[in-house]
């Protein structure tokens, strides 16, 4: 079984609509993340979490928000879909003091 | 400026070609870098890491470390089909231990 897991894997939604994409690991990390990838922007960072009650934003957190309801599960959400946030979505894990960050396979998003 | 620079590509080589991919940086708190291959429709999978100057190696694969230039390399020797991806350099920054990516170079590998 994969240790990061996102779901759903694709997702078609209208412009004002909430959506939420969900990310859960098996890894035991403490720490969780949420990018962004669009063609010749690599990866942007939304928001990252250290723990439960340790949330940050990142980069591009505009027009985004998360839930880290346990430490192994992170959400993001999107209050009101717009089609600019159409885009890869990935999560990602790190924990025990490294830089590594473990990537979940990606939630391909289009809004229309 | 992006703090970590990468030439999108695409790169495309013979089988068998020594390969070389390239990052500049302008972060210089932190000598640890990452890079990271992505398969298409796959999230990235870390290939290698490497601290401070000097060079990595694993099997095909050498991460290099020039600090004096701010200048990361990966190279691939006797390239193969299955090294088509793209290749993301990645080092630490915008947060505490949250990593800045350059935007990829996507490497071809013709057979």
């Known amino acids: 079984d994969a240790d990061v897991t996102q779901t759903p894997r694709n997702r078609i939604t209208k412009t004002g609509k909430r959506i939420m994409l969900e990310c859960s690991q098996t890894k035991g990390h403490d720490r969780m993340y949420w990018y962004r990838q669009d063609p010749g922007l690599g990866l942007r960072l939304i928001y990252y979490s250290f723990d439960v009650k340790d949330i940050n934003k990142g980069e591009i957190s505009d027009g985004y928000s998360v839930s880290r309801q346990a430490q192994a599960k992170f959400s993001l959400s999107l209050e009101s879909a717009i089609p600019n946030q159409t885009a890869l979505y990935f999560c990602?894990?790190?924990?025990?003091?490294?830089?590594?960050?473990?990537f979940g396979p990606g939630t391909r998003l289009t809004v229309t | 400026q992006k703090e970590v620079e990468q030439d999108p590509g695409p790169l495309s080589v013979p089988e068998g070609a020594i390969v070389s991919l390239n990052c500049t940086y302008s972060n210089s708190a932190f000598q640890y870098f990452m890079w990271y291959r992505q398969y298409s429709r796959k999230g990235p999978e870390l290939l290698m890491y490497?601290?401070?100057?000097g060079n990595k190696e694993d099997g095909r694969f050498t991460a290099q470390v020039d600090k004096s230039s701010k200048y990361i390399s990966l190279f691939i020797r006797d390239s193969q089909p299955s090294d088509s991806a793209t290749y993301l350099c990645a080092q630490p920054g915008g947060g505490r231990r949250a990593l800045t990516f350059g935007s990829g170079t996507r490497l071809q590998v013709q057979p």
């Open positions: 990602a894990t790190s924990g025990g003091g490294s830089y590594e960050q473990y």
């Open positions: 490497t601290y401070s100057s």
